[in-house]
């Protein structure tokens, strides 16, 4: 009998017993700012996170405001607390306020002494920390339609696009298409409700390449990996899942999300895209995957929610959907507490004892180790880890430590496949 997604939680009880990430990443919050997630969820207009996850599935209401100036400012009060005690608003003495950093506009100070103590560490991201405030409003353009946007087909083969300098060399240039953004009614709207001066459009242009970037980073790290597994894309068919996706890949996916791969691989015999996760939200991608494969030169986007080893055993083994040719995973995030392990590890070992080419990507160098020990653990054939050439260019902010380094999305990665040779086993066994 196929295992079951775990029920979700009926009330606010983040904690790190759950495989759903956005849970994990409230328990963080809580853990570095008492309090803070439930000010976000408040902020939502939800009351606790079952309703915040039934939301996202579209279960219950949606995250709704009344008008464009309320939502920029209920967003932008999700940030409000002190960087320098962590003090919450609801805590600061009466007639007093948070001050915001006049340079970066993205960090929060109860006191001038608050400040002058932070600044040490402050100094140091500030600069990029006004880049990530800028984006936080910008990316809500993803959702109006006007990102991303076209892209030209390719002029070089894939073997020779090695990095972001390479793609961009044969993209032409990009001025006339972010201007016609930045000349538009989203954008004029945008700044008309945020409660902030608009940039430059100089400083717009480099926020909307950097939202991008981190839209195609994800496809272009699958083709990435296929390439990385030498895979042959015109030789025949070829079918990745993707494992662990959630509502970040999936919340108003399209289905031509996918379609720079055939840019990548002109004339290609077909790709199949399978997003698989507890977090899925519902879309045009929620349709079946392919028994057989369709049409020629065209990917194929399709979504199935449940945990990866679930919808191996309730589709793949009744030969409902194609095995995979490569398995990729977006920010498993296993690494971070015992739920998420627990959560990833039948997936895991199905990928090891299948033999199954995959390719994890990963937020910074420190989770790139803490993953390989666990895979190593799990007596797993690494093949490769690295920095990835295709990471997003778009900074992204630890929202409960805001003066961490910012992180980048698939900024490293780890390929694997199989058991980790006999020799090796038994050096490692002969070593413990």
Not at 269 to 281: A, H, N, T
Request: hydrophobic fraction near 35%.
């Amino acid at each position: 009998m196929a295992s079951q997604i775990p029920a979700l939680p009926q009330s606010y009880a983040p904690g790190t017993d759950s495989v759903f990430s956005d849970q994990s990443g409230f328990y963080s919050l809580d853990s570095n700012v008492p309090g803070l997630s439930k000010v976000i969820l408040n902020k939502l207009n939800l009351k606790d996170y079952g309703e915040y996850r039934a939301a996202l599935e579209g279960k219950a209401r949606g995250i709704s405001f009344r008008n464009y100036k309320e939502m920029f400012q209920r967003m932008e009060e999700t940030f409000k607390f002190c960087a320098g005690c962590n003090k919450l608003p609801e805590h600061l003495a009466e007639g007093q306020a948070l001050k915001r950093c006049v340079k970066c506009l993205n960090v929060y100070y109860c006191t001038k002494d608050c400040q002058r103590k932070d600044w040490v560490q402050h100094k140091k991201v500030c600069k990029i920390l006004r880049l990530v405030a800028i984006d936080r409003l910008v990316e809500w353009l993803m959702f109006t339609g006007d990102l991303p946007i076209p892209t030209e087909k390719w002029s070089k083969s894939a073997g020779e696009v090695k990095n972001w300098d390479d793609w961009l060399s044969m993209q032409g240039d990009l001025t006339p298409r972010l201007n016609t953004i930045l000349s538009g009614a989203n954008m004029a709207a945008l700044w008309k409700n945020a409660s902030r001066p608009r940039p430059d459009d100089a400083d717009l242009r480099q926020s909307l390449w950097r939202i991008q970037s981190e839209f195609l980073s994800r496809v272009l790290t699958v083709g990435l990996a296929v390439q990385h597994f030498k895979l042959d894309p015109h030789a025949k068919p070829v079918t990745v899942h993707l494992v662990g996706t959630s509502h970040n890949e999936t919340m108003g996916a399209r289905l031509t999300d996918f379609d720079e791969l055939n840019h990548m691989f002109p004339g290609h015999q077909g790709i199949e895209v399978v997003m698989v996760g507890p977090e899925v939200v519902d879309g045009p991608i929620m349709r079946p995957p392919l028994r057989a494969f369709g049409p020629k030169q065209r990917v194929y986007i399709s979504a199935y929610k449940a945990l990866y080893h679930q919808f191996w055993e309730d589709v793949v083994d009744k030969q409902e959907a194609a095995k995979p040719d490569l398995v990729v995973g977006f920010h498993p995030g296993f690494h971070a507490n015992q739920g998420l392990v627990e959560g990833w590890l039948p997936t895991l070992l199905l990928l090891r004892d299948y033999n199954i080419p995959s390719f994890f990507t990963m937020f910074s160098e420190m989770e790139l180790k803490y993953s390989l020990e666990i895979l190593l653990e799990l007596e797993m054939h690494i093949r490769d880890s690295g920095p990835n050439p295709f990471t997003s260019q778009k900074p992204e902010q630890v929202q409960a430590c805001p003066n961490k380094p910012p992180v980048y999305c698939n900024s490293h990665y780890i390929s694997f496949q199989g058991l980790l040779p006999q020799e090796d086993l038994g050096g490692r066994r002969a070593d413990a």
